[in-house]
């Protein structure tokens, strides 16, 4: 029996409509998405799910707010929690799923809260670290912007980029506290704004996306005397423009089999999908392609890795694409498909 799978698209609500969460059935023959149901949630700019893939966790106005995921991929409430401060722009949980981690972009935070794991209610805070430091872009207002947190695969450290000061922080989880101990950092070139990072299924590669740098940084993880090692083996641009000031770098997402590498490039409106060599880590880029939308602020492969969606922020659309891997291209699949200010997608698959 063929797979099914559902697909989970956050949006900003500052319309009539408030139903920050839509969900959508996956069409994986023809490459597209069609509307089953939506969320009422303000502000949704960002989504997770949880590695058991039982629960699904979204920023909110009020803080996060946790749902059940049902057998056909709607999505039921259980819970809203407070971050104790302005709201969030990203979210993951440690492998075990018993906390889940939300970067503050506006205040330089990370959050640290417990999961009830028979419920996946999210609970009290258990930990709030704020980032220190000085940037150097007038823009960012000289200081700490932390846009993304993310587990090493081993779940054992905590890794924050922070776009502000051109820093990826490295955090050692007490498991039982819910608490973080800095024992890293990881210095990124000056005005480059690591913003995304993604590891390997096997966890002994690290991908950082630079918003500024429109770059993205390949890094070989390991761990040895019970520190965490970083050593940066590969640099590669994630557009042709990445020296043209106006383009900026904002998704990057891994598929589903961990073969490609997806990135997108605001300003010039385009992804950029790069082939994984498995055994070095080392990225080698197949296309940089336009769009057909303004600001792709998400862009995913689905689960066949035969098509291609992108979110396009600034011009309210998805657009689709085939992906042709023998002419590394890609070509227009059917009419946009109209959104208000969507953040990210997730695809989920369905238990039969």
Do not use: W
């Amino acid at each position: 029996m063929a797979k099914k799978y559902v697909a989970y698209v956050s949006t900003y609500t500052m319309d009539k409509d408030k139903n920050g969460i839509k969900v959508f059935d996956v069409d994986l023959e023809h490459g597209r998405l069609i509307p089953k149901s939506s969320v009422e949630i303000t502000n949704s700019s960002y989504v997770t799910i949880s590695h058991n893939r039982k629960y699904l966790y979204a920023i909110t106005d009020f803080g996060v707010e946790s749902f059940r995921i049902l057998e056909d991929g709607g999505l039921k409430c259980i819970n809203r929690a407070l971050i104790n401060g302005m709201r969030g722009c990203y979210l993951s949980t440690d492998y075990e799923d018993r906390y889940l981690f939300c970067a503050g972009y506006h205040d330089g935070k990370i959050t640290v809260m417990r999961i009830d794991q028979r419920t996946g209610a999210v609970g009290m805070i258990t930990d709030e670290v704020f980032h220190k430091g000085l940037g150097s872009i007038a823009e960012r207002s000289f200081r700490p912007h932390i846009s993304c947190v993310k587990m090493t695969r081993d779940n054992h450290y905590l890794c924050a980029a922070d776009l502000g000061i051109d820093y990826v922080n490295i955090y050692r989880v007490n498991h039982e506290r819910g608490t973080l101990r800095q024992v890293d950092i990881i210095r990124c070139d000056l005005e480059s704004a690591p913003r995304h990072l993604k590891f390997t299924e096997d966890g002994r590669f690290m991908y950082i996306i630079s918003e500024l740098k429109n770059c993205i940084d390949v890094y070989a993880y390991h761990e040895e005397n019970n520190q965490p090692f970083f050593d940066l083996i590969q640099t590669i641009p994630t557009s042709d423009k990445y020296d043209v000031k106006g383009v900026a770098a904002s998704a990057l997402n891994i598929s589903d089999d961990g073969r490609y590498i997806l990135a997108s490039n605001a300003g010039e409106n385009s992804v950029a999908l790069f082939a994984i060599d498995i055994e070095q880590g080392k990225l080698s880029r197949l296309f940089c392609l336009p769009v057909s939308g303004e600001y792709p602020k998400d862009a995913a492969l689905f689960p066949d890795n035969r098509h291609l969606v992108s979110l396009n922020h600034e011009s309210n659309t998805m657009t689709f694409f085939r992906v042709d891997y023998e002419n590394n291209c890609i070509v227009m699949n059917g009419k946009e498909m109209e959104i208000k200010q969507a953040n990210c997608i997730i695809f989920h698959e369905l238990k039969e």
